[in-house]
């Protein structure tokens, strides 16, 4: 695999290091986004037994037990609830539009990475079939097919390792961004059933004192 590296040169190398990059951000992100998916029925039966028994406090504290954005949304809403089902409402969708941006942080470095590496796979393709043509050119008309060997090898393995880096990186990209669109449909799902549940038994106040 050196050797083959060696021999496209530093446009193989340079798409061997953006594989890497990518490889880390990809992997990070893997990480954050299943470890914030989480049960959304069980969460959901949780909080709303909680708070049908007037314990907004074992609420909070289960939200503050649980990893992942909808139940930082459910907390947001949990602590304006004394002020009734809009303001609880409300701070919920305030929570949910802070944690997009977290959800989508360096997703699309993957998909950056695919078109960088496959570009630079080109450059070194082309780049070396210039080579190609010069020596062409310089040895003419006696041109043996060892003095073309090198470059033709060249232009191969930086399309190959330009292609080979390229399709994972794409890969990791639609995985992530699927990942978040999951995430997204347990953000709305739980807007609306929590929105439901206070509108439904009414926004008491914490720990149902009147």
Known sequence: MIAWL??????????????????????????YLRRGRIPLDDFLRGIFNVLDRGNVAEGV?????????????????????????????EAMIAAGVAEIP???????????????????????????????????????????????????WQSLVCTAVGLAVAIPC?????????MVESLLVDMEDALRRVTDHLEGRGAAPANGES
């Open 6 to 31: 060696n021999i496209g040169g530093w446009p193989a190398w340079l798409v061997v290091v953006v594989g890497l990059a990518a490889a880390a951000v990809a992997v990070e992100r893997w990480l």
């Open 61 to 89: 504290a289960l939200c503050d037990d649980t990893p992942g954005p909808v139940a930082r949304m459910v907390r947001a809403a949990l602590l304006k609830l004394p002020d009734g089902a809009a303001a609880a409402r």
């Open 102 to 152: 977290r959800l989508e942080c360096r997703v699309r470095v993957p998909a950056a990475a695919s078109r960088v590496s496959s570009l630079t796979g080109f450059l070194g393709t082309v780049l070396a079939l210039i080579n190609l043509g010069q020596r062409i050119e310089l040895r003419a008309p006696l041109v043996y097919a060892g003095d073309l060997a090198a470059a033709l």
């Open 170 to 178: 794409f890969a990791a990209h639609q995985l992530l961004v699927g």
